[in-house]
């Protein structure tokens, strides 16, 4: 445990009021000591919180939180938050099953206003905050300022600038705080990344910027003019603040984010004398204050416990390789035997092993940033003019581009490929991260083709499926973490559209598995073996086309039939349900269920954990199989 003198007397942001700008250091270089030692037990969001540990300290110094909504966007960095405003005393509960959630959240404290987790959202609801202010919304406590705090990296998706269109027209005292750290989550790409890097690029230019501290119309009247001239130079030196002046803000800056004299000066000053839209633009470094995070290429991103002193992470040994790795080597090789294959990824080249296919195939990897909705157009793009293009993202990071899912290429029938990673629960981000609606929202659509991977041998074929199909949009998805462990082909081939694989006979119940609840499933045959019962398994691989021959079968041959997946209701199962009622299955007496996701978002929790609280673990998966046959005395002691 770090000594923490200062930061034990802080129980509240109000503690902070009576603290001078001495101690306000102080209680910064203990908070940040406190941040890395709890991180460094639970696992986390390291690097972004170790950015802002000087700005959260100022902000709550010099607001009035949480009368003042401060709003942290995607909220990675938001444990140093987390332990000044009366959490202090759960921060090694993070990310854990009943403890803090890794995001900001509602529920948790009157100091979250806005629950976060996916980017580029701060704004929008910053403004909202205001505007409700001025038209006398009365929740408890009465609103006042809206504080936005938004990465360089979020900043680049096209909500964050609606957001800052439509404030700066609307001209209410607001304030956005763009933490400029050169680095999202992935180093950042694009114009915007070129743009904030040539506001300080020239050091001389950049120290009179800083000598200027504020914005123009909060300068003593004397030296206005005077001060107006300067910046007009400046202008002319390099491209500054316009950009964000345009869309009606007023801007200051850049400025240390880590002098907390300059931080103080600068919001104090403002938050007297503010009366419009104010853009405030810090410079701060990712990881900050802790070699092992400042050295490391992702700056201590997300970190597995680690060793406090080394750094070093403490992962438990790996038997089989991670889904997302078989992906991103499967892909690897069909890339190398087809030049028309290229990949797409929206600021998440690591998270879905996109890195590995750039060192290899550089030219034909695409990062767009944090901006799915372009990456998909973008895609439909390629599609059309010839390519073969993978859309790789996250399920939960997918549905912030379903318009264009349906717009640009499945109305077109454009051979986009989307590989979904992270399907199903995801464990320790929780509810914002769970890919529980893709197979729902993918399968609704015409001309689409949805699968999901049993193994990771299955993944490669997928991959090889995908590459193969030209006739419209195709999806694959498959879940965070390490494989079953199967033996991998040297190759993958391609699996016939729309047909599924039988994987034991039984009689009796069949279970349909879409997805990797099917070694659940086998797991659970092997307890209900020894109770005399041997379930029909098979793996559906399709949700869209539905093997309709096996599924009828199954339901001719059995006198029940479960379905099983990891997604929501409406998914896989609601389809084979429909299959089963236009052809009158029902009406000779079958007896179906379908295991889906609960119709709740399942908080944070290791996934088997997770898992049991969606009751689709084997044992459930027993329970299930005994209750439809009617054995209610074996379900109840299973």
């Not at 290229?342 to 990062?367: I, S």
Request: with cysteine.
């Amino acid at each position: 445990m770090p000594n923490t003198p200062l930061l034990d007397k802080v129980r509240s942001p109000a503690d902070l009021k009576s603290l001078s700008d001495r101690e306000l250091r102080q209680v910064a270089d203990e908070l940040r000591a406190e941040t890395i030692a709890a991180v460094s037990e639970t696992g986390g969001h390291l690097g972004a919180g170790l950015g802002v540990v000087e700005l959260t300290v100022a902000l709550h110094a010099v607001f009035d939180t949480p009368r003042d909504r401060l709003i942290w966007d995607v909220s990675h960095q938001c444990y140093p938050h987390k332990i000044l405003t009366g959490r202090r005393d759960r921060i090694r509960t993070l990310r854990q099953k009943d403890g803090l959630s890794g995001f900001t959240k509602r529920s948790e404290s009157p100091y979250d206003p806005f629950g976060a987790a996916h980017s580029s959202t701060s704004i929008s609801a910053a403004l909202g905050f205001t505007m409700a202010r001025e038209l006398g919304g009365a929740p408890d406590p009465a609103l006042g300022d809206a504080i936005a705090v938004i990465g360089d990296g979020s900043i680049s998706a096209g909500m964050a600038y609606e957001a800052l269109n439509n404030a700066g027209h609307l001209g209410r005292r607001m304030f956005v705080i763009l933490n400029d750290n050169e680095m999202s989550i992935a180093p950042p790409t694009g114009a915007m990344s070129s743009y904030l890097s040539r506001l300080y690029a020239d050091k001389p230019v950049q120290d009179l910027k800083n000598a200027m501290k504020g914005a123009l119309s909060l300068l003593p009247g004397p030296i206005q003019q005077g001060a107006r001239r300067a910046k007009d130079l400046l202008k002319h030196v390099t491209v500054g603040g316009t950009l964000f002046e345009e869309l009606g803000f007023n801007y200051v800056g850049p400025i240390d984010g880590h002098d907390m004299d300059q931080l103080l000066w600068v919001l104090r000053t403002l938050h007297e004398r503010a009366d419009e839209p104010i853009l405030i633009h810090i410079l701060t470094k990712k990881g900050k204050g802790y070699a092992p995070a400042e050295d490391a290429a992702d700056r201590g991103h997300a970190r597995a416990k680690f060793d406090l002193v080394t750094g070093k992470q403490k992962k438990a040994p790996s038997n089989a390789p991670s889904y997302t790795k078989v992906f991103a080597e499967a892909l690897i090789a069909e890339a190398t035997r087809d030049d028309k294959v290229v990949a797409v990824t929206a600021a998440m080249p690591d998270g879905t092993g996109l890195d590995l296919f750039a060192k290899v195939h550089p030219t034909r990897m695409f990062d767009v940033a944090i901006a799915e909705q372009h990456g998909v157009t973008f895609c439909a793009g390629l599609a059309a003019g010839g390519m073969k293009p993978f859309c790789a993202m996250y399920s939960t990071f997918l549905q912030r581009g379903y318009d264009q899912v349906v717009h640009d290429v499945a109305i077109q029938r454009l051979p986009v490929r989307f590989a979904i990673d992270r399907a199903g629960l995801v464990g320790a981000d929780g509810a914002t991260h769970a890919g529980s609606f893709d197979i729902a929202y993918l399968a609704n659509l015409p001309g689409f083709v949805v699968m999901a991977a049993a193994d990771e041998a299955e993944l490669v074929h997928m991959v090889a499926t995908a590459v193969a199909h030209d006739d419209g949009p195709i999806a694959f998805r498959f879940p965070r973490g390490e494989g079953e462990g199967v033996d991998l082909p040297e190759r993958g081939i391609p699996l016939e559209i729309g047909k599924g694989r039988m994987i034991r006979e039984g009689s009796r119940v069949a279970i349909l598995s879409f997805g990797t609840r099917l070694g659940e499933v086998l797991r659970a045959c092997e307890s209900l073996a020894a109770k005399g019962i041997t379930p029909t398994v098979a793996d559906a691989r399709f949700a869209k086309p539905l093997d309709r021959d096996m599924i009828l079968r199954l339901a001719r041959d059995h006198e029940a039939l479960i379905t099983i997946e990891e997604g929501a209701v409406g998914g896989f199962g609601s389809h084979v349900a429909q299959l089963l009622a236009d052809e009158g299955v029902f009406d000779h007496g079958l007896r179906f269920r379908s295991m889906v996701l609960p119709d709740v978002f399942i908080d944070q929790a290791n996934p088997r954990d997770m898992y049991d609280i969606a009751a689709m673990n084997a044992p459930q998966i027993e329970t299930k199989v005994l209750d439809v046959l009617g054995i209610a005395e074996l379900g109840k002691r299973a």
